[in-house]
């Protein structure tokens, strides 16, 4: 494995050749993203798509997203649909992952035996230029082993899987630090699969108040079947946390950290206090990192309120928690 430093915001094109070239070749590379580090493969390569799975120890029927750099790329590997084109042309590149029908090019593996396919552009300008210059789209889950907290600095990445991957393109720590909101654009009524870094509210103004369906619990995991497996967790249980709620309801044996907006008081070993719900959805899955190798027993959660980021946040905790 290679760790390659790069300014984010004037990158040096040569490195991104050499990862480029490794993509085309069929073999991994770790990027950064607005949202969280991707393990990448060339998307159209059904061998190169398995070794993503093998590395993170993913099951197969989960999808991967292919990250694209132009339009015209979109229309080679999906059938865009209109609306789907219009919010595809308004927000990318955006923390926004669009699921269209797949055109046949697209490897089952990618689509987890689905027949659509998850398409995003990144904003990132170390991110576009890799699909760029690799000249397919690029197939990418989060580059965390499965099950563990997603990766929003290149030490995480290294951490899970540093002997897997050819190289880890580091540009410092993720801006958004959770996950693309993802939507199913493909059919008539367009349904949010899964909460991240662009707000519904946003997505919902621009549809002129057209409220994203939810699919009803057991449609949700045949739709999006991330859904169905344990997520974000650390090696130390976490517990959630609501302003105004007594902590009396824990235990409070034992070296226990807590993260959260709210500053809780003295009782803990180790306090992280975020001064937004931005920040502490950027913060999110560094800290569950952080506690896991501080020595705390578990961690106590502050759930936050629902608006912009925080339904995105509020779901990372949920899921770490096991809640969810
Ligand atoms: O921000 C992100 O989306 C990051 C960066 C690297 O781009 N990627 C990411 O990938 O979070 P991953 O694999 O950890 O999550 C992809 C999510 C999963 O919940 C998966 O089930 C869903 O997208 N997905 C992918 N393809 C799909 C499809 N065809 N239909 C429904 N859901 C799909
Ligand atoms: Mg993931």
Request: charged fraction near 30%; include cysteine; aromatic fraction near 10%.
């Given at each position: 494995m290679t760790r390659i430093k790069i300014?984010?915001?004037?990158?040096?094109i040569k490195p991104i050749e050499e990862a480029a070239k490794a993509i085309r070749e069929g073999r991994l590379v770790a990027f950064p993203t607005e949202t969280v580090y991707g393990l990448g493969?060339?998307?159209?390569?059904p061998n190169a798509v398995r070794k993503i799975f093998a590395a993170k120890g993913?099951?197969?029927?989960n999808p991967l997203i292919l990250h694209i750099s132009n339009f015209e790329q979109a229309e080679k590997i999906a059938y865009i649909s209109e609306i789907g084109f219009k919010i595809m042309k308004e927000f990318?590149?955006?923390p926004l992952t669009l699921v269209f029908d797949a055109?046949?090019?697209?490897?089952s593996e990618v689509r987890g035996g689905l027949t659509t396919v998850a398409l995003r552009m990144p904003a990132h300008p170390v991110a576009l230029a890799l699909i760029e210059k690799s000249g397919v789209p690029i197939a990418a889950p989060s580059?965390?082993?499965?099950?563990?907290p997603s990766p929003t600095d290149a030490q995480a990445v290294i951490d899970d899987l540093g002997d897997k991957v050819e190289f880890v393109l580091d540009?410092?720590?993720?801006?958004?630090g959770v996950e693309s909101t993802v939507i199913d654009v493909s059919r008539d009524e367009i349904y949010l699969l899964r909460p991240g870094g662009m707000p519904v509210e946003i997505i919902e103004n621009f549809l002129k108040n057209r409220l994203l369906k939810i699919h009803a619990d057991e449609n949700k995991k045949k739709s999006s079947?991330?859904?169905r497996y344990r997520h974000y967790a650390p090696e130390i249980p976490v517990h959630l946390w609501r302003a105004?709620?007594?902590?009396?309801?824990?235990?409070?044996?034992g070296k226990i950290g807590y993260m959260g907006i709210n500053d809780p008081g003295s009782k803990f070993y180790k306090k992280i206090i975020f001064d937004s719900v931005e920040n502490y959805a950027r913060g999110i899955f560094a800290s569950l990192r952080f506690f896991e190798r501080s020595g705390a027993g578990c961690i106590i959660a502050e759930l936050c309120d629902e608006k912009g980021v925080g339904l995105a946040l509020n779901d990372r905790l949920l899921r770490s928690s096991g809640c969810l």
């Open positions: 300014d984010k915001w004037n990158p040096d493969a060339n998307g159209l390569d993913r099951p197969s029927d990318f590149p955006a055109k046949s090019c697209v490897p580059a965390n082993r499965s099950g563990r540009a410092g720590e993720c801006e958004i079947p991330g859904t105004g709620e007594k902590f009396s309801k824990f235990n409070f044996e």
